[in-house]
Structure formats: structure tokens, C-alpha cells
């Protein structure tokens, strides 16, 4: 668990972002994602450092395109970031009434199948930082079903608190990310949908491809997976253009691979999740996190780049 901010310093945090989130909460939702979307490419134009971090991760994910194109994925996504910030303010509107105007399933075949699969053990769902990923277990757990989340937990206690009164209002649970296996696997037991997401650097892990390009990433999924027998479905929020309707976007069960090394089975499973999740960014760049340092631990005796 990263370590907490300071209460002073939470405060000020928290204060420092009122004054926008107060003018996107005053504003209805059809106008606030406008103009999150429009604050989002401004903050790309004053965050030199982590525009930095995002037009390297796009040389190493598309180095086939130039540099015009990485900017303008890059700026996209900032203001996807702007867009899903103007949703968080409003996320106590969304409710079971209005859910169907603002989110919709893709595929919902896959769930069926999932859940056939599953046979009362549970579904692990695959997913990333992807659109607007907040929203795709809230609308889940609005719709009636209930999710538990793995996530890291903010920095910021007071802003973790509000992230998960938001999460949780609906019945989904959060799960710390750091000793999370074996609660995970509890509730697979009690046959609960448990989220995720597999786009993160880690410092212990496996070593696949990312793109190309060898990233660590938790092998947790893969293990439990395989120890439980509950299949994993991939999940991603998709938004439709820059309008406030999303779909969540399911793809087939992915079938594991079970070989008498186990932990052949282990570095082969997390490279078949990290491929769902490198090709549904391919289909749309600007949705995912290129700010985050997906590529910073390297293996041993490669030097870091960022």
C-alpha cells in the first residue's frame, strides 16, 4: 500500500481541486463533459512531465506512427481524463432509473458464458485504465450486480474516502491491492465477480509484452485463476465518441493454459490478458492511461528510461 499523504497536505489537496469540481458539479452533466474535456487539453499543455511519460510510452506502443499522431493520441486522452473527471463529479445522478441512458453492454453473450463457466466459482473480470474505468463497475453494480474491486488506494486518504463512496454505493466492495489474493479468493467462493485490472507496473511479477516491449506485471490473476477454476472475462468501458453514452465492452473467456510447469502456465496466462488488453487499446488509443509509467521496472541489468 503506497504511502499515505500527510492530513495537512490531504486537506489542501482536497482543497485545491474545489473550485473546479464545483463548477463542473454546477453545470448539468451533458455540459460538464464538454468542458471537463476541454479543461483536460488545457492541464496537457501545462504538464510538461507527464506529457514526457506519455510520448514515450507512445513511441515504445506505436513506433510506426510520428510524432504528430502520438501528440494527438496523447491530448485525446487528456481530455478523456477531463470527461471522466466531469462523470465523477456526477456520479451520485447515475442511478437504476437512468442507467440504460449512459451505459449499455456489448457482447452481453460473453457474461452469459462466463457465467456458465463459472458454475457458482465466481468470475474474475480482466480489465485496465481504460475510458472511463470508474464508471464500468459502478454502472455494473447499478444494473444489480455487485463487484469487488482490487485497486490500489489513493495517496490521499480524503480523496480515497470519496472515490470509495462513489465505488461502493451499489454494493461493490474495494479490495486493497497489496495481500489481496486471499480475500479474492474468498469471495470467489461466495460466487462474486471480482475486477482486476492487469495495466499497472509492478515491482514483483512477471516480465510479458506489453506492445512489444517486456513489462512487469502481477501474476495474481493468472495464479488464483488457475487455483479456483473461475474463468476470466475481459471487461472495458468504451465511451461512444465524445458523448456521455458508454458501452461496456465484454470479449470472450480466456481460455488458460495448464502445463505441468506451472509457472510456464503462470508467464503464458498473464501474456494472453496482457494481449486482450494491449489490442483493445490499439482500437482506441486515447482511452488509455499513457501517463502512467507502465514500463518502469526493467528486468534485471536493463536500465530504467523514464
Do not use: C
Not at 465523477?88 to 457474461?111: C, D, G, K, M
Amino acid at each position: 500500500m503506497p504511502r499515505q499523504t500527510g492530513r495537512l497536505r490531504a486537506w489542501v489537496e482536497y482543497a485545491a481541486m474545489g473550485p473546479p469540481w464545483a463548477l463542473l458539479r454546477a453545470l448539468p452533466l451533458e455540459s460538464a463533459v464538454p468542458m471537463g474535456a476541454a479543461a483536460g487539453a488545457l492541464v496537457a499543455k501545462l504538464d510538461p512531465v507527464n506529457r514526457r511519460i506519455g510520448m514515450r510510452n507512445l513511441q515504445i506502443a506505436f513506433p510506426e506512427r510520428d510524432v504528430k499522431e502520438h501528440r494527438r493520441i496523447l491530448t485525446a486522452a487528456y481530455r478523456n481524463y477531463g470527461r471522466m473527471a466531469a462523470e465523477w463529479i456526477h456520479a451520485f445522478e447515475f442511478t437504476r432509473t437512468n442507467i440504460e441512458q449512459y451505459v449499455t453492454y456489448e457482447s452481453p453473450e460473453y457474461w452469459k458464458d462466463a457465467i456458465s463457466v463459472s458454475s457458482g466459482r465466481g468470475i474474475l473480470v480482466l480489465t485496465a485504465h481504460f475510458g472511463n474505468f470508474e464508471l464500468l463497475s459502478l454502472a455494473h453494480s447499478i444494473y444489480g450486480n455487485r463487484i469487488a474491486i482490487v485497486q490500489r488506494p489513493n495517496r490521499n486518504p480524503i480523496i480515497d474516502a470519496a472515490v470509495t463512496a462513489r465505488r461502493t454505493r451499489f454494493g461493490n466492495i474495494s479490495i486493497p491491492r497489496k495481500g489481496a489474493a486471499r480475500e479474492v479468493i474468498r469471495l470467489l467462493r461466495d460466487n462474486w465477480m471480482v475486477t482486476i485490472p492487469l495495466d499497472l507496473d509492478t515491482r514483483r511479477g512477471v516480465f510479458v509484452d506489453f506492445f512489444s516491449k517486456p513489462a512487469a506485471t502481477n501474476e495474481a490473476l493468472a495464479r488464483i485463476a488457475m487455483a479456483t477454476g473461475a474463468p476470466v472475462l475481459p471487461a472495458f468501458m468504451v465511451r461512444e465518441g465524445s458523448t456521455t453514452r458508454h458501452r461496456i465492452k465484454l470479449l470472450p473467456v480466456i481460455e488458460l493454459e495448464r502445463r505441468r510447469d506451472r509457472r510456464e502456465s503462470v508467464l503464458i496466462n498473464t501474456q494472453r490478458f496482457t494481449d486482450a488488453i494491449a489490442e483493445t487499446i490499439r482500437l482506441r488509443p486515447e482511452h488509455w492511461n499513457w501517463i502512467h509509467r507502465r514500463w518502469k521496472t526493467r528486468p534485471p541489468g536493463e536500465a530504467r528510461f523514464y
